[in-house]
Structures are given as structure tokens and as C-alpha cells.
């Protein structure tokens, strides 16, 4: 199984923050009651590309990338189980984009992108986490490649660059607690909102701070393979939170900013 550097795995088992959230208005929910199913291809990998930059933040790639290349089938496409030992298919091929191949400072861990804008192949998924780089390339590549993507999905502050494309306009999203406020001076054609793991949008979802990727990834590997599937993923990664399967609740913060949007 492919594996990254035992740094970003140190990182990836920090314990889960304890947000949850209530199902705001017009959006589509994380919970079983409310899954959107997505359908994988018939042949071939799930594509997973995760756009990096300078100061890309560590935990926000390593959650998703460890959930996504961890996710197990047994060749006849059933959930992997232990029992089944070696006999597995790993059905998404995850990889970083960058506007070049030199190599970026993710926070004081470097990391050489596999791909380019110009090269990288079609990705079914897209990860944006929290990072500081804005080109007119990065730009252009994801406008063109979240209009076909499955989903797209940020991590933490990544929402900063879906709002700064106008990807998140009229929506309602997520972000880190700590950024909320500022993020909705800056972005006022978004509803932004906090005490929540993750938050949908058809094609566009958004996680909340750092931990919350790794929610949202399992939430995308149970829209493509089922429940099982993902608890086994989760079981593997031994990340015993279980807020991605329901990040709704009750929330003050929501319930307030629902009464306001009245």
C-alpha cells in the first residue's frame, strides 16, 4: 500500500475535534438519511488531486491522502476485511498539483508535487487545503476542473480559495472556527458557519479545521462504496471518531445564523 512520510502519519492520528452541526437550509447533509451516492468508474481509479502550495498546511493533506490511499476492495469489488489479507484493490490514485514541479514548503515539511497544472491528469476529486499560493494557473485549472469533478472539497481555511474563485457563492459553508468571522467580511456572498465537520453543496463541500478532512474524505469514500467500506477505512487508520457519519446536532451557531437568514 502506498504510504507517505511517518511525519504526516504522526499528524494524521491527532485526536478528533468534537463539532457537530444541525442540517442548515438548502444544504445537502453528511448523514446517512441524506447521502448522495457517487458512482465509480467501471474501470480504472478514482482520481484524487490535491492542490499544494507555499504554507500548505501538513494535517490538511495527510487526512485525506491517508483516507483516500488506505480505502480497500477485495478484487471483487466487496468491502476488505482482514481476513481477506493481501487479496485487495486500492480503487483511488491520489497525487499532488502544483503550478511547477519545484518543491513546496507545506509548513515546514517539503513536498516535491507529482503533477503539474499543465500535466496532471483529470481528477474525479479534488482536495484544496489550507495553503497561501493564488495564480492565475491554479485559477484557471480548478474552474475548469470542478466543473467535472465528482466533488470538490476544502479543507480548513482552503475555503478561502473556493470563495475567492466565486465557487462558493450562495452557499453555505465551513471553515476553521478560529478564521470564520474574518472569512465572512472578506467573502459576503457566502454564508459561513462554524460547529460543523463538514457542509455540501452538490458538487462542493467544505470541512471544517484540520481533523475535519479526514471526515469528509470517509464521507466521500461511503458516497462511492458504501458504509462499510468507509468503516473499514476508518478502522484501518484506527480513527475511532465517528462524526463523519452524522456531523449533525445540536448547534447554537447554526441555529442562530438560520433564524438570521430569515
Not at 8 to 27: N, P, Y
Not at 169 to 183: F, N, S, W
Request: charged residues 20%.
Amino acid at each position: 500500500m502506498s504510504k507517505i512520510t511517518s511525519g504526516l502519519w504522526a499528524a494524521l492520528i491527532l485526536g478528533a475535534v468534537s463539532f457537530t452541526g444541525e442540517k442548515a437550509a438548502g444544504q445537502e447533509s453528511g448523514s446517512a438519511g441524506h447521502l448522495q451516492p457517487l458512482k465509480a468508474p467501471a474501470n480504472g481509479k478514482i482520481t484524487v488531486a490535491i492542490v499544494i502550495s507555499e504554507g500548505a498546511d501538513v494535517m490538511d493533506i495527510a487526512g485525506p491522502w491517508e483516507v483516500f490511499s488506505d480505502t480497500m476492495l477485495t478484487p471483487d469489488g466487496k468491502p476488505w476485511h482482514e481476513s481477506d489479507g493481501d487479496n485487495m484493490l486500492m480503487p483511488f490514485a491520489v497525487y499532488t498539483v502544483s503550478d511547477s514541479l519545484k518543491p513546496v514548503d507545506a509548513s515546514g515539511l517539503t513536498i516535491v508535487p507529482n503533477y503539474t497544472f499543465a500535466n496532471a491528469p483529470t481528477p474525479q476529486v479534488i482536495v484544496i487545503p489550507a495553503q497561501g499560493g493564488r495564480t492565475d494557473a491554479q485559477k484557471a485549472w480548478l474552474l475548469a476542473n470542478s466543473a467535472k469533478a465528482d466533488v470538490t472539497m476544502s479543507v480548513c481555511t482552503g475555503a478561502s480559495m473556493l470563495a475567492a474563485y466565486g465557487l462558493l457563492d450562495g452557499k453555505t459553508a465551513t471553515t476553521h472556527h478560529l478564521y470564520q468571522q474574518a472569512m465572512q467580511k472578506k467573502y459576503p456572498a457566502v454564508r459561513f458557519i462554524s460547529g460543523v465537520r463538514f457542509v455540501e453543496h452538490g458538487k462542493i463541500a467544505t470541512a471544517g479545521g484540520l481533523t475535519s478532512g479526514i471526515d469528509l474524505a470517509l464521507h466521500v469514500v461511503e458516497r462511492y462504496y458504501g458504509r462499510e467500506v468507509a468503516e473499514v477505512t476508518a478502522g484501518f487508520l484506527e480513527y475511532h471518531s465517528d462524526l463523519w457519519k452524522n456531523p449533525e446536532g445540536e448547534n447554537k451557531n447554526l441555529t442562530q445564523s438560520r433564524k438570521d437568514a430569515k
